[in-house]
């Protein structure tokens, strides 16, 4: 097969010096995925080079035929770290690398587990099998029949899933549910113990139009089709930009490096004039113009060894799915706005930092030559896009990741007028308190938390200290220390839901207004991505995953302190009161001592009796000139549609446990079309200040939910259908619910469940309406969540 080199076609000779060497693999170590051929062609076949084979009249291409329905079939539940078996079917790549029993997420395992990047950690088949993965194409000739690909498939459609709207218990959906996952030669054992373990599973099967040419394309050996060279205009972006990457001075070196280790999740967009290139941002020793193969370290802020190594755009080989994919745009207007913060009127250095461990996890100590203002500015230009980091990144993936947080709040951020030399003095002082569990993936748990306690009440005593005099001094304790977006800006103003075991985050601000809301300042959103994105790993032990989570709590805290500091000094206990109920004795005590070291009074002249709802609204207007609205939903309306969509938002109370907590409803409008509409529940908890026994502090009394007008979400735990005038009818239903036998009888009547026949055709337009509300953002849905009631 002919491996696409990301840039170029292989010319013939390549292409059958590459058959070669996969000939050799082959007889040797399986060192890379040989073709499954009729045993009669292989001669021919090695004689004139796999690319003759792809190009073959009738043989259906992997791009343009097999990916396709893959991706609207199988990435769906098999994409990133939670792929079942780590089968990951969102590339080529994905499918050669195959299959693993080994878990990612464990938040058992007592030492750091070996990474598994796809992309990163190994660059062959063969390299893949030495860490424990086994093929699901076939490897050798005549091994076509034993593809588990194509066996799977084949399965299900001799095993479609039972009758009924709802699928047996036999039937498990639980994200940590027992893997199986069969070596090709033991598929047939794995048929006969679960026929129903055919795949997609626990939906309708695949149709024959569908997997055509799927088995086609195994029979044919699987191959890969080389990519079509890239624009011109596209290429010359990508040389401006590695160029730009790749200074040679000390400053320009230092800025890429912050850069790189902000940017290296995100999916880098370059526009053409033919449309859109995907690219990620990696470290590599192959210079510009070379093709890019990645250094692997666990962390972005690892050593990248003695070698000379370069910043380079490589080109993004995968589908893009919506609980990964963070779209940030790199044009020209980008490089200069970067040139001005990181380069122009700044003096040269004289040294850079290392990557030693002490230090190469602290973004305070490493980046202390750029400017605060410059890393402040530089974060607030995509503030949505770093949170969605927190979001986005590996650490949010089920509910003990999330229950730091609450169902849904505002996120507003200081104005960067607040961040003085005074400031930037007061951080490079106190740069060692700031120190993040990223710097250790193997912590001891408890003992080494111990110490990031105890250096986080130092910074809390000495910052209160220095806000104290801050705004005793010169800065007004007012609305103007919220960020206003610059007045274009439509960052300032973000709203985050937590799922239960996943969240999104939006611009905007969504639903009435929340329990509480954060007030982020630069050394909070920068410990955020150091801790939950680039210093967060997977694979990291059990002590580095509970530490990671738990000084989550300080950078809450801190942000709900922010907030605080804007109402009435004698009103902050109680609102603290009501934010924490129940047992979090500690969590307040953390509160009072600040705000009693602190002691600062606001400078607003609050009007009412309930000056939190105040604030929100004085919030609200600040931002008002910036805020996304794309999400919001007109509940004024006096029409059918807005008063049922107002009717379903005002529901309360016990009622709304037995929904789902992330539901995406289609609203059939006669003339008007299809309209679509998420419906979110936002739990109620006492506090969350605990790491366990969540349930326990639910209050199902106070749920609540919000309408979102457009898919909001990556993991929707259910699909509804219905028509306009049934509004007040799923409205009613909901109010009524008193159980799962309730639940049933409005799935039943509105729900498109994972059993119907029409699920799929559903799940396309859906998917297609959301492309067409954001060409840029749109990802493939998750279905790891979908529920079976």
């Not at 008007?672 to 502090?697: K, M, P, Q, Y």
Request: hydrophobic share 40%.
């Amino acid at each position: 097969m002919v491996v696409s080199d990301g840039w170029r076609a292989q010319s013939a000779s390549e292409s059958r010096a590459t058959a070669r060497d996969y000939h050799d693999d082959v007889t040797g170590h399986v060192e890379s995925v040989a073709p499954a051929l009729i045993r009669a062609l292989l001669g021919a076949v090695l004689a004139a080079g796999f690319g003759q084979l792809a190009a073959a009249p009738g043989t259906p291409l992997y791009r343009s035929d097999v990916a396709p329905v893959l991706e609207r079939r199988c990435v769906v539940c098999h994409a990133c770290y939670d792929a079942p078996c780590q089968l990951n079917l969102g590339s080529w790549q994905g499918l050669a690398r195959g299959a693993s029993a080994q878990r990612v997420y464990d938040g058992a395992r007592l030492k750091p587990a070996t990474p598994t990047r796809l992309f990163i950690d190994a660059q062959s088949p063969g390299e893949w099998r030495a860490l424990g993965f086994h093929p699901v194409l076939p490897e050798a000739p005549g091994e076509a029949a034993r593809s588990l690909l194509t066996g799977v498939l084949a399965q299900k459609a001799a095993h479609p899933l039972p009758e009924g709207p709802v699928l047996p218990d036999a039937f498990d959906f639980s994200l940590d549910r027992a893997q199986t996952c069969p070596q090709p030669d033991a598929f047939e054992r794995y048929v006969a113990e679960h026929p129903q373990g055919g795949m997609p599973y626990g939906l309708p099967a695949l149709s024959e139009a569908e997997r055509d040419p799927i088995e086609r394309w195994v029979l044919a050996g699987a191959p890969i089709e080389p990519d079509a060279p890239p624009p011109e205009d596209i290429r010359a972006q990508v040389d401006a930009w590695e160029r730009f990457l790749n200074g040679a001075s000390l400053r320009e070196r230092l800025m890429s490096r912050y850069l790189y280790e902000h940017l290296f999740i995100g999916h880098l967009q370059l526009i053409g004039r033919d449309g859109t290139r995907w690219f990620t941002l990696i470290r590599s020793q192959d210079p510009p113009g070379e093709r890019p193969e990645p250094i692997a370290t666990r962390q972005p802020f690892d050593d990248p060894g003695e070698a000379p190594f370069y910043y380079r755009l490589a080109p993004l080989e995968a589908a893009l799915v919506a609980k990964t994919h963070m779209p940030y745009r790199l044009d020209a207007e980008r490089m200069a706005r970067w040139r001005a913060l990181f380069l122009d009127g700044l003096p040269p250095l004289a040294s850079l930092p290392g990557y030693g461990e002490d230090q190469s996890a602290n973004p305070f100590t490493v980046f202390r030559d750029i400017p605060v203002a410059s890393r402040y500015r530089f974060l607030l230009d995509d503030a949505g896009y770093f949170v969605d980091g927190f979001i986005k990144g590996p650490v949010c993936r089920g509910q003990v990741a999330l229950n730091v947080i609450n169902d849904r709040f505002w996120v507003f951020f200081a104005d960067p007028s607040t961040h003085t030399d005074a400031a930037d003095a007061f951080l490079a002082r106190h740069a060692d308190s700031l120190r993040l569990p990223g710097e250790s993936v193997s912590a001891v748990p408890l003992v080494s938390w111990n110490t990031y306690r105890e250096r986080e009440a130092a910074y809390l005593e000495a910052r209160a200290r220095f806000l104290r005099e801050a705004f005793g001094t010169g800065i007004p304790l007012d609305m103007t220390v919220v960020w206003d977006g610059d007045g274009h800006n439509p960052n300032a103003a973000l709203t985050v839901f937590r799922h239960f075991d996943s969240a999104s985050v939006v611009r905007g601000l969504v639903g009435d207004r929340p329990k509480t809301a954060w007030l982020i300042t630069y050394p909070i959103l920068e410990r955020i991505h150091y801790l939950l994105v680039a210093g967060f790993d997977v694979f990291g032990n059990v002590g580095h995953q509970l530490n990671s989570r738990l000084y989550m709590d300080f950078l809450r805290m801190e942000s709900e302190t922010n907030l605080l500091a804007l109402l009435p000094l004698e009103m902050r206990p109680k609102i603290v009161e009501g934010w924490y109920r129940g047992n979090a004795d500690e969590v307040k005590a953390k509160f009072y001592d600040e705000h009693e070291a602190f002691g600062i009074d606001t400078a607003i002249r609050y009007r009412s009796d309930d000056p939190l709802s105040e604030l929100f609204g004085l919030l609200q207007a600040r931002v008002a000139p910036v805020r996304a609205r794309r999400f919001d939903v007109d509940l004024s309306r006096r029409d059918a549609l807005g008063s049922g969509l107002a009717r379903l938002a005002s529901l309360r109370g016990e009622s709304l446990q037995w929904l789902p907590e992330l539901v995406f409803l289609r609203i059939e409008d006669g003339v008007a079309g299809a309209r679509d509409f998420t419906v979110l529940r936002n739990s109620a908890h006492t506090n969350i200040s605990h790491l366990f026994a969540e349930s326990l502090r639910r209050v199902p009394e106070e749920d609540s939910l919000t309408v979102a007008r457009g898919l909001l979400g990556a993991h929707p735990n259910a699909f509804y259908r219905l028509r306009r005038a049934d509004l007040p009818a799923l409205a009613e239903a909901i109010g009524a619910l008193d159980g799962e036998a309730g639940y049933a009888r409005l799935a039943d009547r509105f729900a498109v469940r994972r059993t119907d026949p029409g699920f799929w055709s559903h799940l396309d337009s859906v998917h297609a309406a959301a492309r067409e509300a954001d060409a840029t953002g749109f990802g493939l849905f998750d279905l790891n969540r979908l529920e079976n009631r």
